[in-house]
C-alpha cells in the first residue's frame, strides 16, 4: 500500500484499488483499514450495532513519510 500514490511504480502491477480509512479519532485501537472501492453492504442484519465506524484516511503534509 503507498498511501497518496495514484499509480504504482514502474514494474509494480496494480492488485487492488480502494480507501484507507480508520475509526473516528475517539475509537483508539482499531488501526487503519482499505476498503474496496466498490464495496458492497452486507444485507444480512439491520441492527444498528454502532461500533467503529469507518471514515476516510485524511492526509496532511508531513504527516506521512
Known sequence: ???GRTSCYNRW???YQGYLMAEDYQH???GYGCMDRNAEALHSSFADLNGALFFNVEGRCGSLK
Open 1 to 3: 500500500m503507498i498511501p
Open 13 to 15: 502491477t496494480k492488485e
Open 28 to 30: 483508539h485501537g482499531k
